[in-house]
């Protein structure tokens, strides 16, 4: 299984419920690595590029307002498959429909505040990535610490 990055954003109903902590620790527990994380508000100008694809959709103009009400973590989690596995954590958009066990099926009912975002492919992942992080803010350091584990 080749080695993938997507994003992840822990949206502002998450970070508003303290659920921040949570939401990540279930992706690390998972064996997901966090290689790079930031807070920020989404401007409308990010929003439109983030979710351009549904932009024109009638449902659009609440799902920015929602986006850009409030801080959010920006996320870039590997591993494994990280794309798919990512959004099976995640669950159902809705959520109603959401499995017990998955995130949005275990802390919410909304199908607009469903606490997290993961990249849907490879292409909108390496996509969104870019509108996050810089290069240099991505990282590879299991190989730091590896002599000092063993020492
Ligand atoms: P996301 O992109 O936010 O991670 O969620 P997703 O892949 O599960 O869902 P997607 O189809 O990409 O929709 C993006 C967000 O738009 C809102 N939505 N509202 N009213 C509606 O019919 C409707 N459909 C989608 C949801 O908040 C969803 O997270
Ligand atoms: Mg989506």
Do not use: W
């Amino acid at each position: 299984m080749a080695l993938e990055r997507t994003l992840i954003l822990v949206k502002p109903d998450a970070v508003q419920r303290r659920l921040t902590g949570e939401i990540l620790s279930r992706l690390e527990r998972k064996g997901l690595k966090i290689v790079g994380a930031k807070m920020l508000r989404i401007t409308p100008e990010l929003s439109r590029q983030h979710y351009a694809e549904h932009v024109e959709k009638p449902f659009y103009p609440d799902l920015e307002g929602f986006i850009t009400s409030g801080p959010v973590v920006a996320v870039c989690a590997e591993g494994p498959g990280a794309i798919a596995v990512c959004r099976t954590l995640m669950g159902a958009t809705n959520g109603r429909e959401a499995a017990p066990g998955t995130i949005r099926g275990d802390y919410g009912q909304s199908r607009s505040m469903n606490l997290i975002h993961g990249s849907d492919g490879p292409d909108a992942a390496a996509r969104e990535l870019k509108l996050y992080f810089k290069d240099e803010e991505l990282f590879a350091f299991d190989k730091l610490i590896e002599p000092v584990l063993y020492e």
